[in-house]
DNA sequence: GATGAATGAGTATTCATTCAT
DNA sequence: AATGAATGAATACTCATTCAT
């Protein structure tokens, strides 16, 4: 009943996540989505389209919330904004963080996602509006920066997420 | 000829990093290794087991790397020792790093190892000793945005490593 | 449009004979058929009903040429007539042919179909009408060595199919 | 003990034969030839690639075989003698004429072996030595009868196989 | 210490077939 | 008659690991 395929998608996730991708067997995906293992390759080419596909939507839904605040005009309003970005992961997009991280550091060649060169290109926009002579190393440490922090909330070695939040939003003087 | 062991885990190391820890099979790091496959679990019980060796030993270098700056009292110099730290990934322990990045995502509950203790705490007694009252949030903006800006050079999302690396001195006003 | 089921049996013929039966998948046969893979199952109760089916329908046709001629008295047209038999290979039962070929040696039993004991019954009947002890055996080489000609007509290495006819005529006396 | 790597081929050869390449699957050559299914593997790339050892190995006894007679001078003793090599299907060489005849049907485009390029050259040189003007045209027609005789004994459907060859023979006046 | 043949459990993927619609 | 989602068993092949030598 209902869709399987969301079933299937939805429970692919959380065993990338919890044992990796590699360490994930079509097998188990089947048996904890109670479908028929054979049904997964009738909704994806492969195990890797299924991956594929995960990331994708995921990156989808990354553009949608940027797109809240990369055309703010105001500075502070907009740095305030992606410092919540990083710091607020939302439930939803809280697996395709963990299945970016992951799988970050196989491939060789690093591609940054679409989500990110948009990321980037704003940061460097507003910090060049802002006057800044090295508006791309600027945007670079932010960045950079929040990441790092971002994977230090998934990883859970940040205790205090609001704390650290504010004394980051202090520094850039938009609080 | 020599010591075939080191060769083992030098191959290891590399083919870890390159397709993935669980993409590289025995037999391949055997045939790269010039040793044969049996001889992988002579030296060490397992697959797993060789892992742990790589990361173990270069947490020990890790820790040698870290024990020349750790005992540093001038706040300044040991604010710029462990920016240079993060930004100077030696040709040697660069394996290391790429090889714990990959892993940390794929186990739920993540322990830091000894030498990110030992940093943490090191770092967290200088600030305080600097008289900040959130010396713990502080210390932990460090270490996150400096592992961060570290992920971004591994990667090579950091265009400019030496300027950027000065702009974050100049943040923390040790240059 | 109009009769799938002889779509799907005019496809099936063709991927048999060019991949071969297992290595023909049902879902080809739909697929390159333009229907549902449920519909073949709806038609034939398997895909070796499906077989069957082809091999009957090619053998029914085979008898139906081999009538043309089963009943000639004169001796000369009668031979004359089954080495066109076996020459010309009419468009519409060189899938059969083909497919018999290829089928046949994968059973350890081989089981002569109805067409090849009319024929061989009928070419016994004539050599004895022509007075030959040995009838059973010259009709036997008769057969075996136009059926090589023709496995070497339809896998391509025979390359002037009519003048070879004509040397068989001439042997035969027929021409 | 002993080859496992022979027994499986014979195995294979075997089931091939009775069952068809694509109908044998590697699980059951294994269990038949008493080893592990990965042993297949690592003895052979592939499921192809032990076929293939199997044609090809049949292939070099082949020219074996013909080797004894190919520099024959003496055209009555060379036909006498390749009548012989069609009709005698030596025990060790059974098996690749039964897996050689299953697959010829499947692939499309058929191309001849080493040892019937050979054959060929052979015959047809015998046949023009002898002042045959279509020499090319004789020697196809001697081989394909050939084959389809070897065919009919292979299939069973040469009854008396020693008077057909003595019929042969003195259609070929070499008796 | 070192080999390499051997294994058995496991892998992703495909298969013919069923069945509710 | 026709579909297409769904299945479970089977497929070729790979894996980490063992063990006699």
């Known amino acids: 009943m209902g ?21 994930t067997s079509t097998r188990l995906i089947a ?11 009738r909704h994806y080419t492969n195990k890797e389209g299924l ?7 995921g990156g989808q839904q ?22 919540d970005f990083f710091f607020d992961v939302s439930e939803e997009l809280l697996g395709y963080w963990r299945l970016k991280a992951q799988l970050e550091w196989i491939k060789t060649v690093w591609e940054p996602e679409e989500w990110e060169r948009i990321l980037r290109d704003a940061v460097e926009r507003v910090f ?7 508006y791309e190393l600027e945007a670079g440490l932010l ?3 929040l990441t790092g922090i971002r ?17 980051v939003k202090g520094k850039y003087k938009v609080i």
Do not use: N, T
Not at 69 to 74: G, Q, R
Not at 151 to 167: M, N, T
């Open 3 to 23: 869709d399987r395929r969301a079933k299937i998608a939805d429970v692919a996730l959380l065993l990338f996540i919890e044992r990796g991708y590699h360490a």
């Open 31 to 41: 048996q904890e989505a109670c479908v028929s293992e054979g049904l997964i390759f």
């Open 51 to 57: 991956l594929k596909d995960l990331l994708a939507e």
């Open 62 to 83: 990354m553009i949608f919330e940027i797109a809240g605040f990369i055309s703010e005009h105001d500075p502070k309003v907009f740095i305030s904004s992606i410092i």
């Open 128 to 134: 060049r509006g802002m006057g800044y002579s090295k």
């Open 143 to 145: 960045l950079e920066s």
């Open 151 to 167: 994977y230090g909330i998934l990883r859970g070695s940040v205790e205090d997420v609001r704390e650290l939040k504010a004394l």
